[in-house]
Structures are given as C-alpha cells and as structure tokens.
C-alpha cells in the first residue's frame, strides 16, 4: 500500500481511444494483449459513457464529478477554472501525492497536483515538448522543454521515474495520460509498418447513407472524404473510383491509428511490468480509459461529438485484486462522472456536495446498489464548430436513446428561432443497435416517445442544466 494502508490510484488515460478498438471488447482489427490483462485480472464495464463527448470538457467533468454546464468547460476553447475544487485536490487534502504526466489540454496551469509535466496543447508525436511544474508556464500552447523520443515512451518513461521517486510515506495518484491515438496519427518507427500487408476489414456501417434519421448526420463533415493530407501522409493513388478512393482513405487513417495504440499497448505493458517487479501492482488500483470514443469508419466517420454509440462509449477496465475478481464484467450505467468520487470513496477523501457522480466502487466489487441509476444524460454544445455537427443533448436507457437536435433552430444571438424546427431521433438498441434508423416518428413508439421525453426533462433537471 502507499505507506498507510490506502491502495495508490494509477489512472491511465488515452486521447481518441474507442473500446471497439480493444481486444477485450471484442475488436475485429487489431489486438491489445497489455490492455486486456487488466481486463483478465480486473473488471471490464460494458456502459461507460462519457457526457459530453470531446477532448477538453471530458477532462474537465473527469476532474470535477459535474457536467459541463457546472464546471464551465463546454467547448475545446474553455479555460478550466484552476480555482475550482477537483479530484485532484480534494486527494492532496486527504493525504496522496499527486502527479499528471502527458496530456492535460485544460488550457490553465495545473493546479492540486505536487507535481506535473505535461504537454503544452494537444503537444507533438515525435520529439514532444513538455511542460515540468516549477518552471515557466506561459502561453498553454507554448513552452516546456524537448524530450527526445516518441510521445507514449517519453510520458512513460517520464511516469515510471515520478513513481520511482515519489514519496513512499504516502501513497499516490498518478494521471498517466497519453496523447495517443489523437489526430493526426503519427506511429513510431517500431510499428511504422504494421498492418502494411493487411486489409483492415471496414465497418458494418461504413457505407451509411444517413437516411430514416435526422439531417444531422448528413450534415456531419467527418466522412473520410473530409480526411485530408495531414492525415493520409501521401498522394492517392491515380485512377481510383470514388468507393476505392474512400477505401483507400479508410485503410491509411485506420493503420495509423492502430499502430499508435500499439505503441500504447507497449507501454501499459511497461507499466503492469514495473509495478509488478516493485511489488506495487497488487497495492495500486490500476484504471484504463479514453476520454470519450470515436467512430472508426463507423457511419462512414472518423472523430467522435454525436451520441451514437461508438463515440458515446469510453472504454474502462480496472484493477485492483484485493477487492475485483479478476475477468468480472459489468453491465451497469457507468459515467466519467464517477471517476472523481470512485478515487475518492478508496481515499476516504471528501466529497463535495455539489459533485454529481458516484462512486463506482460497489460496481467494482458486482454489489450494484438498488438505487443505481438507469438512464443517463448528455449534452454536446459546440454547434457547426469543427466538423459541423449539431449541438444536442439526449437520453439512453439500457434499451433507448432519445436525441434532441436543437441547434438549427438557435439564431445568432442565441436565441430560438421559431422558423426553424429543431429535430429528435429515438433508437431501439434492442432492434437496432448500430443506430441506422430512427423510430421517433413510428406510432408504435408514441408512448415511448412522450415517457423519454419525460424522462430527459427530469434529467436536465436533476443534472441542473437549465440553459
């Protein structure tokens, strides 16, 4: 333990990383050894969604246990209020040494952490720089020193040697966040050729043609017709037909992803494997998660925003075997949310009134509480802003999704515009779990239909979102 009993807390991170890029979720285009053993010898849950899917406010709701509209970070341009009560002080408070290392992208100076180094912005692949507390700031953009390497070695080496150094007395919580698999997809040499002679097999949805739902989605600038050069690296290839010229897009975004999870993969292996051979790994909840999902030519998409399933979905898997039986599953409505208060219910630290999560740690130990919630709310606000998707806010259920479309019907200043009609899309994930059709408008699901809408109103409540 961390020198008085209490289990350390390692929360590792990954930016883009969808679970349906993960062997243990069942992934049909690449496998992840490193990553499922702490599905193998911890718990796997099925439902973690995030509540506002991108980068930014998803930190900001991860730190805090509140939504967007209560932390104040609605948009990937909001500055985190540093003065604001979060996880990481609150474990300062009871006792832990805390440390984050990689990936921040809250724009404000870390606060509530002894120690930090992170990387300025949504930082560099090759050659990162990285900012160490104790020494300038500046812009958040800008500064830090350079770390020659690749980015997933550097935060690890980096993480390895904090933990190596830290203070024994006590124990620690310790945000190892990668940057990976961020666009624009930058392998390292040591996995620059994988996947080179394979077809990675597409989606179901690929070709979606986004009928029988709302105009949202064929609004959506995210199709790998909008996949530009950045991305793909090289010229196409001349004389491609337009299906084999997405194709080819698809095939060189998709290897490049999967090659920088691999990178990931490597690492959290590293990781295990050092806790392991200094006898912590058994005394240190070990968590694994991604800061929201993303489509991997699902819907013929890559990014995340929408509410549909595969950028919903964040992957979460923990470890921790004095209390997790060791491949357990579970099924449960599980949020980013919760990550704050499940921290601190282990820390015996306090929580605040205003946080709006709970803890998962009954989940962890298959105690689900009666009164564990079954639904869940969401809301993304940044209308038309990179990739043209529309703000929205909605419901999910074990079995329906209920999707409110209200941007287009917002004027300039803000106000509602009652020319336009704002539009709702309702899935049966029972039926239809790829959300290709939208029943809202189907008289057999009237009554459903008006007792979701019910159920969001009281959603938008509780969570005190009044806008």
Not at 156 to 165: A, G, K, R
Not at 390 to 407: D, E, M, N, Q
Request: hydrophobic share 30%; aromatic share 12%; charged share 25%.
């Amino acid at each position: 333990m961390g020198g008085d009993g209490r289990p350390n807390i390692l929360f590792i991170m990954s930016d883009d990383h969808a679970a349906h890029a993960i062997g243990c979720y069942g992934s049909r285009i690449n496998e992840t050894p490193n990553i499922d053993r702490i599905a193998r010898e911890g718990v796997r849950f099925d439902n973690c969604f995030c509540t506002n899917s991108i980068c930014t406010p998803s930190r900001a709701t991860i730190l805090t246990g509140k939504h967007s509209h209560l932390n104040g970070v609605f948009t990937l341009s909001s500055d985190f209020n540093r003065d604001q009560m979060h996880v990481g002080k609150l474990l300062q408070e009871a006792g832990y040494e805390t440390a984050v290392i990689g990936k921040w992208h809250l724009h404000t100076q870390p606060s509530g952490f002894d120690y930090y180094n992170v990387l300025p912005g949504q930082g560099s692949y090759h050659d990162p720089r990285i900012k160490e507390r104790g020494k300038t700031w500046e812009d958040h953009n800008m500064g830090g020193e350079v770390y020659e390497g690749y980015v997933t070695d550097v935060i690890t080496n980096l993480s390895l040697d904090w933990i190596e150094n830290r203070d024994e007395s006590r124990p620690f919580f310790l945000c190892l966040h990668h940057k990976a698999p961020h666009r624009h997809w930058l392998p390292d040499e040591e996995h620059s050729e994988m996947y080179e002679d394979v077809e990675i097999p597409r989606p179901p949805t690929f070709d979606d043609d986004y009928s029988n739902r709302s105009s949202a989605a064929s609004a959506a600038k995210m199709r790998m017709d909008d996949l530009n050069k950045a991305d793909y690296k090289v010229d196409p290839p001349e004389n491609l037909d337009a299906d084999e010229l997405r194709n080819w897009k698809y095939q060189r975004f998709i290897k490049d992803y999967l090659r920088c999870i691999a990178s990931i993969d490597d690492n959290v292996g590293r990781t295990l494997d050092y806790l392991n051979e200094t006898d912590l790994l058994d005394e240190t909840i070990v968590l694994y998660t991604s800061d929201q999902g993303f489509f991997l030519g699902d819907h013929g998409w890559f990014d995340k925003r929408f509410m549909y399933e595969e950028s919903l979905r964040m992957p979460f898997l923990v470890r921790y075997p004095t209390e997790i039986e060791a491949g357990s599953v579970n099924t449960d409505i599980a949020l980013n949310l919760d990550f704050a208060q499940t921290f601190l219910d282990y820390a015996g630290g306090r929580v605040p009134g205003d946080m709006q999560g709970a803890s998962l740690r009954p989940l962890f130990n298959a105690q689900t509480p009666a009164d564990w919630r079954d639904h869940m709310y969401y809301r993304y606000w940044m209308h038309l802003s990179h990739h043209h998707v529309y703000a929205h806010y909605g419901l999910r259920t074990s079995r329906y999704k209920l999707i409110y479309y209200y941007g287009e019907a917002l004027g300039a200043d803000g106000a509602v515009d009652e020319s336009k009609e704002p539009e709702w899309e309702l899935f049966d994930l029972e039926g239809d779990p790829r959300e290709m059709k939208s029943v809202y408008d189907d008289p057999e699901y009237g009554g459903t239909v008006e007792e979701l809408k019910g159920m969001l109103a009281g959603a938008k409540t509780e969570a005190g979102d009044t806008r």
